[in-house]
Structure formats: structure tokens, C-alpha cells
């Protein structure tokens, strides 16, 4: 029994390209995650991605990608990556948002050369940049016609230690969850600002679960940067993780709506009982486990 389990974990871990490179190029499909070198990469949501563009801008190596929801033909994930190898600089100061505080979520911590910081807000999908990779993203999206919604709901988190930096924005399509289009389409006027969500019932309960789904993707990248549970740079991401699920689009979420409570809890007991007995590592067992809940 312990075997055949085994096999599961192992096949589970291998659904990741890790040993893939920065070899993307637009047109690309990919899918589990983005790798950047080694030990950087970046956890991507069920089903396939194409590769929109990439950029090498100084010392940052940028990728977009997107994930078109085939019924409506809309974009369900927009999202983007980016990293650095090591720079000429000694460490890097914390970005903008690390300071909002107007948000519906964010989390942050700030030490010495280095910083981490998590949050949830909603954006409008025009592109508003004259130059830089986000006007390249904007032409892009233009050429290939691409359909967006009006507002999207995004995580975004970056990660900073001494010459390195990490960062992650997953752009999301609500109204794919049966979200209601907006009214309003100004930031602060929105269904999803913070100040008037309560009104809003099922707005509120998406950006909830919204929470849980990307705390995973946060989790992953603490895994593959080896960070310690006990670090705070981690901003405690495990713990926000829930057994909800979002419509990504191929059948996962129904899949899981029909597995049950107790057939979940089997497997991760079983899981479990691997760890203890010493058939698997620590990492491989969250790393299952994470594959599991999300």
C-alpha cells in the first residue's frame, strides 16, 4: 500500500517542470509552473497557459501568460512573473504597495535587506503604461483581441532577499465564478473595494476564497525558496489556505465539489502516515499536500 501511495506523491511532484529553463517563447504552452533557474519558479493554476511574450529589461527576465476560457472565449488568467539573478545592488527597497493599506488583503513584512509582501486587490484591464513591458503587454493583448473583463481581481506578492528579487501577479476573470458585472468601474467605486464589499455578498465571498487559492501559489514559491515555516518573510501563507475551489475552466472544480470531505481527509491521513514513517521528505509532503487542496 505504501508503495502504490509512493507513486502517487512521486507523480504528483513530477505534474511540475522543474527541470525546464527560461526557454520559453510566445506561442508556448505551459503548464504546473514557470521556471525561472533552479530554485526559482512560480506555481501556475490548473490547466495550459500559452506564453503571450517575454522581456529581458536590465536586470529583470519578465513573462506573461494567459489562459482563455474556451466557452466565452474571455481571458479567465492573465498572469504575470518576473525574477532577477543577482544584481549590482546590495539589496532592494520594498515596492509601493507594501504601504497600501486600502485594499481588501495585504500582508507584509519588512526586515533587514529584504522583504516580503502579499495582497489581494481588483484593477481595471485597461493598460494605462506608455512604454516598458506594460505597454508591450497592452499591443499585445490589442493584436491578438484579446477579451478581458472590465475589472479583474489580483494577487500580487514579491519577494525580496539582499541582490534577488521575485514577483507575482495572478490577474483573475470573476465574472467566470458567476460574479456579477460591475456597476462601477472606478477603483474606488467598485463592488470590491474594501470600503463597500459588505454590500456586496458574492463579491465578498469570491475575494474570501480568492484568498485561499493564492495563498497556495504564495506557499509554493516558500517551498522552493526553502523558507523556513517559522520565517516571517513566509507572511504565515499555509495558514490562510482552505478547501475552496474557483471555476478554473477544466473541470477541476467540479471534480472536487464531488469528492468528499471524508475521501480528502483519507488521502491526506495517508499522506501523513508516509511522512511519519520516513517513506517521504517534509518538502515532498507539502508539496502533495498543497497539489491535493488546491
Given at each position: 500500500?505504501?508503495k502504490?501511495?509512493?507513486l502517487i506523491?512521486?507523480s504528483?511532484?513530477?505534474?511540475t517542470?522543474?527541470?525546464?529553463?527560461w526557454?520559453?517563447?510566445?506561442?508556448?504552452i505551459v503548464?504546473?509552473?514557470?521556471?525561472?533557474?533552479?530554485?526559482?519558479?512560480?506555481?501556475?493554476?490548473?490547466?495550459?497557459?500559452?506564453?503571450?511574450?517575454?522581456?529581458?529589461?536590465?536586470?529583470?527576465?519578465?513573462?506573461?501568460?494567459?489562459?482563455?476560457d474556451?466557452?466565452?472565449?474571455?481571458?479567465?488568467?492573465?498572469?504575470?512573473?518576473?525574477a532577477?539573478?543577482?544584481?549590482?545592488?546590495?539589496w532592494?527597497?520594498?515596492?509601493?504597495?507594501?504601504?497600501?493599506?486600502?485594499?481588501?488583503?495585504?500582508?507584509?513584512?519588512i526586515g533587514?535587506?529584504?522583504?516580503?509582501?502579499?495582497?489581494?486587490?481588483?484593477?481595471?484591464?485597461?493598460?494605462a503604461?506608455?512604454?516598458?513591458?506594460?505597454?508591450?503587454v497592452?499591443?499585445?493583448?490589442?493584436?491578438?483581441?484579446?477579451?478581458?473583463?472590465?475589472?479583474?481581481?489580483y494577487?500580487?506578492?514579491?519577494?525580496?532577499?539582499?541582490?534577488?528579487?521575485?514577483?507575482?501577479?495572478y490577474?483573475?476573470?470573476?465574472?467566470?465564478?458567476?460574479?456579477?458585472?460591475?456597476?462601477?468601474?472606478e477603483?474606488d467605486?467598485?463592488?470590491?473595494?474594501?470600503?463597500?464589499?459588505?454590500?456586496?455578498?458574492?463579491?465578498?465571498?469570491?475575494l474570501?476564497?480568492?484568498i485561499?487559492?493564492?495563498?497556495?501559489?504564495v506557499?509554493?514559491f516558500?517551498?522552493?525558496?526553502?523558507?523556513?515555516?517559522?520565517?516571517?518573510?513566509?507572511?504565515?501563507?499555509?495558514?490562510?489556505?482552505t478547501?475552496?475551489?474557483?471555476n478554473?475552466?477544466?473541470?477541476?472544480?467540479?471534480?472536487?465539489?464531488?469528492?468528499?470531505?471524508?475521501?480528502l481527509t483519507?488521502?491526506?491521513k495517508?499522506l501523513k502516515?508516509l511522512?511519519?514513517?520516513?517513506?517521504?521528505?517534509?518538502e515532498e509532503?507539502?508539496?502533495?499536500?498543497?497539489?491535493?487542496?488546491?
Amino acid at each position: 500500500m505504501k508503495k502504490y501511495l509512493s507513486l502517487i506523491i512521486i507523480s504528483l511532484l513530477l505534474c511540475t517542470n522543474v527541470n525546464a529553463k527560461w526557454k520559453y517563447n510566445p506561442g508556448d504552452i505551459v503548464e504546473g509552473d514557470v521556471v525561472y533557474g533552479k530554485k526559482d519558479f512560480f506555481k501556475l493554476p490548473p490547466g495550459k497557459f500559452v506564453v503571450g511574450l517575454k522581456a529581458k529589461e536590465r536586470e529583470f527576465k519578465d513573462i506573461m501568460l494567459y489562459q482563455i476560457d474556451e466557452k466565452s472565449g474571455y481571458v479567465r488568467w492573465a498572469i504575470h512573473f518576473f525574477a532577477t539573478g543577482n544584481t549590482q545592488w546590495e539589496w532592494w527597497n520594498p515596492p509601493k504597495f507594501c504601504k497600501r493599506t486600502n485594499v481588501y488583503f495585504i500582508q507584509k513584512k519588512i526586515g533587514n535587506k529584504r522583504y516580503a509582501c502579499w495582497m489581494v486587490n481588483h484593477s481595471r484591464s485597461d493598460i494605462a503604461a506608455n512604454e516598458g513591458f506594460w505597454a508591450k503587454v497592452r499591443e499585445y493583448e490589442i493584436a491578438n483581441k484579446l477579451k478581458t473583463p472590465d475589472i479583474f481581481v489580483y494577487s500580487q506578492y514579491e519577494y525580496s532577499k539582499g541582490p534577488k528579487v521575485w514577483g507575482a501577479e495572478y490577474y483573475y476573470n470573476p465574472e467566470l465564478d458567476g460574479v456579477p458585472k460591475p456597476k462601477s468601474l472606478e477603483w474606488d467605486t467598485n463592488e470590491f473595494h474594501k470600503q463597500r464589499v459588505m454590500n456586496h455578498p458574492k463579491h465578498e465571498e469570491f475575494l474570501k476564497k480568492y484568498i485561499s487559492i493564492t495563498a497556495g501559489f504564495v506557499d509554493a514559491f516558500n517551498t522552493t525558496r526553502k523558507m523556513k515555516s517559522s520565517s516571517a518573510l513566509t507572511l504565515n501563507a499555509s495558514e490562510y489556505i482552505t478547501n475552496v475551489s474557483i471555476n478554473t475552466g477544466d473541470g477541476a472544480s467540479s471534480k472536487k465539489e464531488k469528492t468528499s470531505t471524508s475521501s480528502l481527509t483519507q488521502e491526506l491521513k495517508s499522506l501523513k502516515e508516509l511522512l511519519d514513517s520516513g517513506a517521504i521528505t517534509k518538502e515532498e509532503f507539502k508539496k502533495a499536500k498543497d497539489k491535493l487542496l488546491n
